[in-house]
């Protein structure tokens, strides 16, 4: 029973490599519903809920690919002092793109705000 752990972390392991390799999604991909520099050009409240849904899902797969990258180097470290170093790489990515998704949250917050504020001003006219 032993062998078959240890059989299962080692295929693990290597699967964990191939998806840190990998972006699953490219960014120019990605259908664009409206840029965040110019909040009108949301056609929509769901719009804008379409695209922070796909911003999240992209930014949730990122850090799990980041995260997964960091436990396999956790498992990998062979040579301290080389192994610390990517670790702290490793960290400082993770860190990067949790930022990142603070940051894109309150953009968005902010372009819904914006959307809110038209659609009062519509249904306020007479």
């Given amino acids: ?16 490599c191939q998806t840190c390799i990998v972006d699953p999604e490219p960014e120019d991909a990605r ?7 110019n909040p009108t050009q949301y056609s929509d409240v769901r719009s804008v809920f379409l695209d922070l849904k796909h911003r999240l899902t992209t930014i949730d797969t990122k850090i799990g690919l980041l995260t997964d990258k960091f436990d ?18 490793c ?3 993770v860190e990067d793109a949790q930022q990142a998704s ?4 309150l953009q968005m917050a902010k372009v819904l705000e914006v959307i809110r504020n038209k659609n009062e001003d519509l249904e306020a006219w007479p």
């Fill in 1 to 16: 029973m032993g062998k078959s752990n240890a059989r299962q972390s080692k295929m693990s392991c290597e699967q964990r």
């Fill in 102 to 105: 603070s940051k894109r949250l």
């Fill in 91 to 93: 960290t400082l990515e």
């Fill in 72 to 89: 396999h180097l956790k498992d990998k470290v062979d040579k301290p002092d080389e192994g610390i170093d990517q670790l702290e790489r």
């Fill in 31 to 37: 259908p664009r519903l409206g840029s965040l520099a």
